[in-house]
């Protein structure tokens, strides 16, 4: 469908058309498709995941029942530095922030009655990205589906666990390899499925502003970019499949603005540093989650007002895929109604606003504009500071990127101790009323109901097969070979993921952070 956009700023007295291209021209400052969500809208890909794979399947099927277009799996903290349920470890975590998975048994069920050659799927895992993208393809497998059917993306960005989230297992180098292991198998067996997620939802949710997020974001993604390039990987095999996770936070032109911006760099930075000759390999896509520091215990219905406004900058924005959060999750995990509540906040969106009739709605606005060019010089300097510390892995073991967010977030907190940032229930316009939410509650079983369930998969799986497949995996590790065939050999065999991770570990020893002054 043709633009329908035709203003002249009047202040500026020039059309701004001549100055930013079309929506799906580069360098993609209006968007990466020229009919954007006038040919389809983003997908609506609510992030969910808690207790056993049981529980978290009977929400996707409910999510999905009440229109959501795509799955993203939340797991659990145990298996996201791979430990199983019956670890030390995990006492006391197991099925807590995510769905607990120890075996291929787990995945199994947690993809029960799901057509995977139909439904997208998105995984936020990392550390052990590789184990889980194995247990997804062997799942397909198992379902009819090959795997160059199967879509979504894992997110497998193990920088920004190191800047900002702390869920990693070795040191950057192997975690590097494994990164760009997964790169390697995508690109020769996986066709349609985002082989990473370079994200800077943490790191602005751990206290960086919207020019620190976008900067750090890419200076990750250079780094990335770099390390397979050297792994032998040309560009334009790669890059099409890369995308991104950003976070929509309250201030809604700057947001919009911050899209905008990192689109347009990212597009000059793959073809200008990087010769990128494929478009697709510029473009910048991304899924958009709305801000969980922004929501409050106090008032919690009022989080609904604030997740409202924090979708609507991420749709004019021009984002691939959205998760809203729910009103009561600064209080626990969402409930079916909660969640089914957020997901009616981008429905709304979607069908009723008129958003979905205009390419780029806001395009030509003097103030969106000069803000888009202002977040663009300000994270290209942060770029140059990192190119000079020597890129991103080395500015992570100077603590650089750690000392901007913590100086970020100290500035945010003080100002809002001091009543110069105001939110709204918290320091200003306070009841005293007391919060009535019904909050979604786990069962105190879980993590007996899984050990037990991980006990039964260990005694009937065959232990030759397993202990071949692990000693396989130990050889690949200290060679050049990419890891993924063997990974997946050892999930179809039952494997834990604890076990493996212990395998790789056993070669590359852990991570210990340094202390940063």
């Not at 329908?4 to 993609?28: C, I």
Request: with cysteine.
């Amino acid at each position: 469908m043709t633009n329908k956009f035709h203003n002249q700023d009047d202040r500026s007295g020039f059309d701004y058309r001549d100055k930013l291209g079309d929506p799906g021209e580069f360098p993609y400052t209006r968007g990466i498709y020229p009919g954007m969500y006038t040919d389809r809208l983003w997908t609506m890909r609510q992030y969910a995941g808690f207790a056993s794979a049981r529980e978290s399947n009977l929400r996707y099927r409910y999510l999905l029942e009440h229109g959501q277009t795509g799955l993203s799996v939340a797991f659990d903290l145990p298996t996201q530095i791979g430990y199983d349920s019956d670890h030390p470890m995990a006492q006391g975590e197991v099925g807590k922030t995510g769905v607990a998975i120890d075996t291929l048994a787990d995945f199994e069920l947690l993809f029960e009655g799901i057509p995977l050659d139909k439904v997208s799927t998105s995984m936020t895992i990392n550390a052990t990205a590789a184990i889980l993208l194995c247990m997804y393809i062997a799942v397909a497998s198992k379902q009819g589906v090959s795997e160059s059917q199967i879509t979504g993306t894992v997110q497998n960005d193990i920088l920004k666990e190191f800047i900002a989230r702390g869920t990693y297992i070795y040191p950057p180098k192997p975690s590097m390899r494994l990164v760009t292991d997964i790169f390697a198998y995508a690109g020769a067996n996986l066709p349609r499925y985002n082989t990473i997620s370079i994200s800077g939802y943490h790191i602005r949710e751990a206290g960086a502003t919207a020019v620190q997020e976008v900067a750090f974001t890419l200076a990750n993604a250079i780094e990335y970019v770099y390390h397979a390039v050297r792994a032998g990987l040309a560009v334009d095999d790669f890059a099409p499949r890369l995308s991104f996770f950003f976070c929509a936070q309250q201030n809604l032109l700057e947001e919009v603005a911050k899209f905008r911006a990192a689109r347009r760099i990212w597009a000059k930075i793959m073809k200008q540093r990087f010769g990128a000759k494929n478009p697709a390999s510029m473009m910048l896509r991304f899924h958009t989650q709305t801000a969980g520091v922004s929501l409050t215990a106090q008032q919690p219905e009022v989080n609904t007002v604030r997740t409202t406004l924090e979708a609507l900058a991420a749709v004019l924005g021009g984002t691939q895929s959205l998760h809203t959060n729910a009103h009561d999750e600064a209080l626990a995990l969402p409930t079916a109604e909660s969640a089914q509540l957020a997901l009616r906040i981008q429905q709304i969106l979607g069908y009723e606003t008129g958003l979905a009739d205009e390419v780029d709605p806001l395009a030509g606005s003097y103030y969106l504009e000069a803000k888009t060019d202002e977040i663009e010089t300000a994270v290209l300097e942060y770029l140059k500071r990192v190119d000079v510390l020597g890129g991103s892995l080395r500015a992570i073991e100077e603590g650089f990127f750690q000392k901007e967010i913590q100086s970020s977030a100290y500035d945010f907190q003080r100002q809002v101790e001091k009543g110069e940032r105001v939110i709204i229930g918290v320091n200003k316009f306070r009841t005293d009323d007391k919060v009535e939410v019904q909050v979604q509650k786990l069962s105190a079983n879980i993590c007996d109901e899984q050990i037990a369930r991980l006990t039964a998969v260990k005694s009937r799986r065959d232990a030759d097969a397993v202990n071949r497949a692990r000693h396989d995996l130990t050889a690949a590790a200290t060679s050049n070979d990419n890891l993924m065939p063997i990974i997946l050999r050892c999930v179809e065999s039952y494997a834990t993921v604890g076990e493996i991770s212990d395998t790789l570990r056993s070669v590359w020893g852990e991570y210990r952070e340094s202390v940063i002054l």
